[in-house]
């Protein structure tokens, strides 16, 4: 791979305004955050370029602003949480990015932060728009990258920033992640199996063809087996499903059967009326009209405890089931020691990526042990399927 140009101590960074994008899109409710993993793992790299008396700019994104002035979706709990844990001057501009900004944080000393709202809530920023990229980039000196799950995004704050800052660079956790997956799959070890979760599986076809071409056994959970489960005939009750999937599903059986890869879907679910619900244990034969499958059954995770055993190398991501209720929690949270567990005592290499992954397993992350945990959803996925990412691609 071309050599990316990535961040590192003999930089001179002292009295620079240094433009951070970092991901701190977590999850909050009402304005309390609910899983601050993102932002701990970020707070030592700030620290860092703090110590080096850098005039530090702190750039991030919170989900998709239904419009310019949505602050539902503000950052300023994130700047609170941030305020507490570290030791610095630290400042929050709520207002939009414009050719005034840079006057008006001209203030900024060494060793202090400017934290920026939601840069989302800025018209240009998703449109990757060079008039933004221009005013984004006027008020940093040197830009750095630091945000992997958001590099498969072309957008003003990830993408187009680098045409106008040439000091651009890929920060420590970005380069980590790059690395880390990069050693596991050229090195992986067979037989592969690829645990994959989510809702759609528009959103994830590439992926998936791309996946049934490299593993050995795919292994399909979440929301998005539903889909499965109904092509083959049998009744998933009033439980989420994509409607035309027939046709891709018909077409990722056709490519798993040329490549030999098998295909494991859910056997038997726990269920509920409701999302809220408690948790009932149903097979395909006796699922009722008016239940949701929410989580895999133990016959299922029985199945992919001796998959993961017999496995030399896993990748994950994605829950089992609607975590958010711990009644749904338990396909998870087994997958997850199954897989630490192998890691540990077996040598399995495992990568574990996504948000939702990670907020699932939250309360036992500390307990397990992966090759790799990584932050990254989409973007972990479009890597390991072998796409180049906007985000990383400007900075070779």
């Known amino acids: 791979m071309e050599k990316i140009k990535s961040f590192s101590d003999s930089i001179n960074i002292e009295n620079k305004r240094v433009i951070l994008r970092s991901d701190f899109n977590v999850p909050i409710i009402n304005k309390l955050i609910q899983d601050n993993t993102r932002i701990n793992l ?8 703090l110590k080096r008396r850098a005039k530090l700019l702190l750039i991030s994104h919170l989900g998709r602003p239904k419009n310019e002035k949505d602050l539902t979706l503000s950052l300023k709990p994130v700047f609170n949480y941030l305020k507490e844990k570290l ?38 920023e998703i449109k990757n728009d060079d008039n933004f990229a221009k005013i984004l980039s006027s008020i940093g000196e040197i830009y750095i990258n630091d945000a992997f799950s958001c590099s498969h995004r072309k957008q003003t704050s990830i993408h187009k920033i680098t045409k106008y800052i ?19 799959l050229n090195n992986k070890k067979k037989p592969t199996t690829c645990i994959i979760g989510g809702s759609k599986i528009s959103t994830k076809i590439g992926v998936i063809t791309s996946l049934v071409k490299k593993v050995d056994n795919l292994v399909l959970v979440g929301a998005m087996a539903n889909n499965f489960i109904k092509f083959k005939g049998d009744q998933v009750g009033k439980s989420l499903i994509e409607s035309g999937s027939e046709k891709i599903i018909k077409e990722i059986y056709k490519n798993a059967k040329i490549c030999n890869c098998k295909i494991i879907i859910p056997e038997d679910f726990a269920v509920s009326e409701t999302a809220d619900g408690s948790a009932n244990l149903r097979d395909l034969s006796n699922l009722k009209e008016n239940e949701i499958i929410l989580d895999i059954g133990p016959q ?25 209720n711990k009644n ?3 396909g998870t949270i087994s997958i997850a020691k199954k897989i630490s567990y192998n890691t540990n005592k077996k040598s399995l290499i495992s990568i574990i990526g996504g948000g939702d992954t990670i907020s699932a397993i939250k309360s036992d992350v500390s307990d397990l042990s992966f ?17 180049n990412l906007p985000g990383i691609e400007v900075l070779k």
């Open 371 to 387: 090759t790799h945990l990584s932050t990254a959803g989409g973007a972990f996925l479009e890597y390991i399927e072998g796409k």
């Open 87 to 124: 030791n610095s001057k630290m400042y929050f501009h709520s207002e939009k990015i414009t050719d005034k900004t840079k006057e008006k944080i001209s203030f900024l000393n060494t060793g202090e932060i400017i934290f920026f709202e939601n840069i989302r809530l800025n018209k240009g």
């Open 166 to 184: 040439k000091k651009s660079y890929a920060g420590p956790s970005l380069m980590r992640e790059i690395l880390t997956i990069d050693m596991a």
């Open 328 to 330: 749904f929690s338990k």
């Open 300 to 324: 299922t995770i029985e199945k992919i405890s001796q998959i993961i055993d017999s496995s030399k190398t896993v990748l994950w991501n994605g829950p089992a089931g609607y975590f958010e």
């Open 42 to 49: 970020s707070i030592p790299f700030i620290e860092n370029l």
